[in-house]
């Protein structure tokens, strides 16, 4: 099982992103997906969850400007990033726990930065 993450890259502040993340080896469902960030010198913090069901939760540094989504079909989770801030420069990482086993999986980071 792997999650592996896509989207990542140089932005303008003010500008888009948008971040996907797959879960490839299995075809059992992930109930919950997350994307994390650590920004320089800070520890990793969680930015948004959500659920197959529809459930999402954002952080509140990211509420108004990130919308995260899942493919309802697919074990995929994506984060759009609008209205993009230098602060949200960090590599961004998605999460997720087999339903079963309880391990945990985190994709390999994507760098997110926002600089003009």
């Known amino acids: 099982v792997q999650l592996q993450a896509f989207g990542g890259g140089l932005v303008q502040p003010g500008g888009s992103l948008r971040l996907s993340c797959s879960v490839s080896g299995t075809v059992i469902k992930f109930p919950l997906m997350a994307w994390y960030r650590q920004r320089p010198g800070n520890q990793r913090e969680l930015v948004a969850s959500a659920t197959y069901t529809g459930v999402t939760e954002v952080a509140d540094s990211a509420k108004g400007r990130f919308t995260i989504s899942r493919d309802g079909n697919e074990n995929t989770v994506y984060l759009q990033m609008n209205s993009l801030k230098p602060e949200d420069t960090a590599v961004y990482s998605c999460?997720?726990?087999?339903?079963?086993?309880?391990?945990?999986?985190w994709g390999q980071g994507t760098l997110v930065t926002v600089s003009s």
């Open positions: 999460y997720s726990q087999h339903p079963m086993t309880r391990r945990e999986y």
